[in-house]
């Protein structure tokens, strides 16, 4: 009966720790597409800005008001995709696994397909 206990109690810590596992992917893939849709947000502001200050520029009109909203909302979302990107504090016990590119040595992210520094294809 014991061997049977253990059994079931050893089951059920491994099916909490798939359900963490795969918590913890479904929190990535959700960050991956907010980012992306704030990169987006991001480009079409950065459009926008340029179109304002290309129409101020030719009509020789100055709106400073609207001109510094647009770069406030431009800040505004490249902070919330740092925000996405920070890495998150380790739990005291957990190992923290730092990758590096095989050719130049810089640190990269585990999901990076090519180095950021050097363009060396990582996978």
């Known amino acids: 009966m014991k061997f049977f206990d253990d059994f079931i109690e050893t089951s059920a810590n491994v099916a909490d720790k798939v359900a963490k596992v795969a918590g913890e992917y479904i929190d990535k893939g959700k960050d991956k597409i907010d980012e992306m849709n704030l990169r987006n947000e991001l480009s079409k502001a950065q459009r926008q800005l340029g179109v304002l200050v290309y129409s101020m520029h030719k009509s020789g009109e100055h709106n400073e008001e609207l001109f510094n909203q647009y770069i406030a909302d ?29 050719n130049c040595g810089s640190e990269v992210k585990n999901d990076d397909v090519f180095c950021k520094d050097c363009g060396n294809k990582l996978k």
Do not use: L, T, W, Y
């Open 74 to 102: 431009i800040d505004r979302i490249e902070k919330m995709i740092e925000s996405i990107n920070e890495e998150p504090e380790v739990e005291p016990g957990h190992v923290v696994v730092v990758h590096f590119c095989s």
